[in-house]
């Protein structure tokens, strides 16, 4: 009989507070006295400047991303690269080209 009272009482409880809560927090809608949601807090941070690299400098990155795998792939092989891994850099070098629109290298 405990249990009974209890679980009514708290279902109860979480009926009749459901409608304040929602009324603390600015409404049914969510959106508070000025117009803005209660989840939203505007933040007090000075803007961040945003750099956006231009269209040489991302091809100059995946250049020097291929030469550094190149490198790396040289050391691997004892210091000759070999003709699979040479393969596959031109390969990826290519793709890099059509990507940025550039003739592919021939050589």
Do not use: C
Not at 18 to 34: E, M
Not at 47 to 71: E, F, G, W
Request: charged share 15%; aromatic share 8%.
């Amino acid at each position: 009989m405990r249990i009974r009272s209890l679980v009514f009482a708290a279902g109860a409880a979480l009926v009749f507070a459901t409608p304040t809560l929602a009324q603390s927090f600015g409404g049914l809608d969510g959106l508070g006295i000025q117009g803005q949601s209660w989840m939203y807090r505007p933040s007090t941070a000075p803007p961040i400047a945003v750099h956006r690299l231009t269209l040489q400098q991302r091809y100059d990155i995946r250049v020097m991303a291929l030469k550094a795998k190149l490198q790396a792939l040289t050391a691997q092989d004892g210091g000759q690269l070999s003709l699979a891994h040479q393969t596959t850099l031109q390969q990826e070098l290519d793709g890099v080209n059509h990507w940025f629109k550039l003739k592919p290298s021939h050589g």
